[in-house]
């Protein structure tokens, strides 16, 4: 009969360490045994999931076939808008975790924009555009890059999204960055950074610091780098605690800025930061590339087994990870090797960045050395066909004459082909930097629109004090003249003709502001009888200051004692393109013999911009008041 052996005792210190074990074990059960199910769960809920995962570093090895079973699903029944997320979701998954290529992003990234156009969803539109230029920046397609940029620009001044736009210009900050110009990276930034703050988008204006922190240490303004750097690690520390890579991005561009101003001191402490806060919050294993820039410090301070044991262990992460398209690195290490004596290693380390090198020129050249191919076997091809056309000469002097003028027109449809790619080539920079004009150019007819609005509130303000009621008629009348130009600079920088204005709306719009400034709108009536008419900016100003003046004086002095009145205003143009300008009222008129009501200052205005453009001016008295302008062009 075997002895009985006693139970060992169990502490109550182990037992609370098995109990969390046991914990422990249970919710990754759960977690995992829920991500396995979603691949049965409405497509909402498998997206829902996803979304909240494509960031993070769980699930690593569930997330790619649960996304690709989703899609799938998607493709057979879900809406268009559904299936531009999934697209969208994978994209993000790919770019955050590296583990494809960027090609693979911008597969996924013009696969939802593709879906949004079908669901036309203009918002979202719009984020895809600009999303998809970053994509293709990581690509170095710079062309794409800017023409789906200024396509989201177009869309998000068309939606009036301040947070778009601000994302935008942050984009477009970081697209000349990508080309060297830090110039204008760092004025699209500025640009930027108003509008991002305006709508509280403190991610993104975290994270346009970052074209400051390069942008000014390219250029060797080291302080100001400096100061970009502390504002976004402020940000983060006050608006957007969750934004946890932002600032391991900061202290490491900034490390770079110090490195170059040679402060390798201050460089060294924003490279162990950067690494350390990598390490907190993904891991020491995910974190190992940041590595080789501590190293790059310790080898310029001549701290050479510091620098291996930190240059090592970067490298080997990336070739870990698969990444071997990189120099610099392994000729840090191969310098490290040989202040310390180690010349075979330095030597095979220095072998392996030569041999990226070539790599990355072969590369290059690749796509020429295909092209040399096909040119090798359309010789070979050619070589064949001169031998059939002698043989061909020989039997018949028709074939021969055939195939010469065959020949020729090939030569030409060739030459007409390439002369086509030449100007189609000319025409995309030609469109590129209109568009960039074109921007440049409503942007000063926004800000000369806010100026104007400046200085309408500062009359308001100042005519608020004053007490002379003729004083305060004449502050009113300025202010409708500052508002009738501002109104004709929001028309150009809000419409798609920069040059011209279309009178009507601008009438309707310019009516209702004058009527809400003498609070009518409910004793005068303002009608319109014209058709569209545009007109350019020189002549659209005048007419609307004479328009503006000749409202005004009706409004004061046309309907006494709340006297219900009606305006009637029409503009048109003739076949020689003279304009004619009619505007009467039903109002008292003016009695023949009285001196004029007012400073005269309307009238003498409106004398002069008739002059101006060349007009001439009739006034009749006929139950009411009816003025006729002709202007001769």
């Known amino acids: 009969m075997p002895s009985i052996i006693p139970a060992p005792s169990i502490s109550i210190g182990m037992k609370k360490i098995i109990f969390t074990i046991i914990l422990v074990c249970f919710s990754f059960g759960l977690c995992f045994s829920q991500s396995k199910n979603l691949s049965v769960q409405p497509i909402d809920s498998s997206l829902s999931w996803m979304q909240s995962h494509e960031t993070s570093g769980e699930y690593l090895d569930e997330f790619h076939p649960l996304a690709l079973k989703t899609l799938e699903r998607g493709l057979k029944s879900a809406p268009d808008s559904i299936t531009a997320q999934i697209h969208e979701s994978l994209a993000s998954w790919h770019s955050y975790n590296g583990f494809f290529s960027p090609d693979s992003v911008v597969h996924h990234a013009e696969k939802a924009l593709g879906y949004y156009l079908k669901a036309n969803n203009k918002k979202k539109i719009a984020d895809a555009y600009r999303s998809l230029s970053i994509d293709y920046l990581n690509t170095g397609e710079l062309e794409k890059a800017q023409e789906v940029l200024f396509k989201s620009i177009a869309l998000y001044e068309e939606l009036g999204d301040d947070s778009g736009l601000g994302s935008a210009y942050r984009t477009l900050g970081v697209k000349y960055r990508v080309t060297g110009d830090f110039e204008k990276s760092i004025s699209y930034t500025n640009q930027a950074i108003p509008l991002l703050e305006k709508t509280k988008n403190y991610s993104a204006l975290a994270i346009a610091q970052f074209n400051l922190i390069i942008g000014y240490g390219e250029l060797g303004e080291y302080q100001k780098a400096y100061e970009a750097t502390e504002v976004c690690l402020e940000i983060v520390r006050t608006k957007v605690p969750e934004e946890i890579f932002v600032?391991?991005?900061?202290?490491?561009y900034r490390g770079e800025v110090y490195?170059?101003?040679?402060?390798?001191?201050?460089?060294?402490?924003?490279?162990?930061?950067?690494?350390?806060?990598?390490?907190?919050?993904?891991?020491?294993?995910?974190?190992?590339?940041?590595?080789?820039?501590?190293?790059?410090?310790?080898?310029?301070q001549e701290e050479y087994e510091q620098a291996l044991d930190h240059l090592l262990a970067g490298v080997n992460s990336y070739e870990e990870k698969g990444q071997i398209g990189f120099v610099e690195p392994y000729l840090d290490l191969?310098?490290?090797?040989?202040?310390?004596?180690?010349?075979?290693?330095?030597?095979?380390?220095?072998e392996k960045a030569y041999a990226n090198s070539e790599k990355m020129l072969e590369d290059k050249i690749s796509s020429i050395e295909s092209e040399m191919a096909i040119k090798y076997e359309t010789g070979k091809k050619d070589e064949a066909l001169a031998s059939q056309a002698v043989l061909i000469e020989q039997k018949s002097k028709t074939q021969t004459l055939f195939i010469v003028?065959?020949?020729?027109?090939?030569?030409?449809?060739?030459?007409l082909l390439y002369f086509f790619y030449k100007n189609k080539k000319a025409t995309k920079i030609i469109r590129a930097k209109n568009a960039e004009k074109e921007l440049l150019l409503k942007e000063i007819h926004h800000r000369v629109k806010n100026n104007l609005e400046m200085v309408k509130s500062l009359i308001a303000l100042q005519s608020a004090q004053i007490e002379d009621p003729a004083t305060k008629d004449a502050m009113i009348a300025s202010q409708n003249r500052v508002q009738s130009m501002g109104i004709i600079h929001q028309k150009l920088y809000q419409g798609e003709n920069l040059g011209s204005i279309e009178m009507k709306d601008y009438f309707i719009n310019l009516s209702e502001g004058i009527l809400d400034s003498f609070d009518a709108s409910n004793k005068v009536?303002?009608?319109?009888?014209?058709?569209?008419?545009?007109?350019?900016?020189?002549?659209?100003?005048?007419?609307?200051?004479?328009?503006?003046?000749?409202?005004?004086?009706?409004?004061?002095?046309?309907?006494?004692?709340?006297?219900?009145?009606?305006?009637?205003?029409?503009?048109?143009?003739?076949s020689d393109q003279n304009l004619k300008l009619e505007i009467r009222d039903n109002g008292v008129g003016k009695t023949r013999g009285l001196a004029p009501i007012g400073t005269g200052f309307g009238s003498q205005l409106v004398k002069l911009l008739t002059q101006q453009l060349n007009g001439k001016m009739r006034e009749r008295?006929?139950?009411?008041?009816?003025?006729?302008?002709?202007?001769?062009?």
């Not at 600032?247 to 490491?252: E, F, N, T």
């Not at 191969?334 to 330095?346: I, N, P, S, V």
């Not at 008419?533 to 002095?557: F, H, Q, R, S």
């Open 247 to 252: 600032p391991v991005r900061a202290y490491s």
């Open 259 to 300: 490195t170059k101003a040679k402060d390798y001191d201050n460089a060294l402490k924003d490279y162990l930061k950067a690494w350390q806060l990598c390490i907190t919050h993904i891991g020491e294993e995910r974190c190992a590339t940041y590595r080789t820039e501590i190293g790059k410090i310790y080898l310029l």
């Open 334 to 350: 191969a310098e490290a090797y040989r202040q310390l004596g180690d010349f075979e290693k330095a030597l095979h380390y220095r």
């Open 405 to 415: 003028i065959a020949s020729l027109l090939l030569l030409f449809l060739l030459s």
């Open 525 to 574: 009536r303002i009608e319109l009888a014209m058709d569209n008419l545009e007109l350019d900016v020189d002549t659209a100003v005048p007419i609307g200051l004479i328009v503006n003046e000749l409202l005004t004086n009706a409004l004061k002095y046309a309907f006494p004692e709340q006297q219900q009145g009606l305006i009637n205003i029409s503009l048109e143009k003739d």
């Open 621 to 633: 008295i006929d139950k009411g008041t009816h003025i006729e302008f002709d202007f001769a062009r």
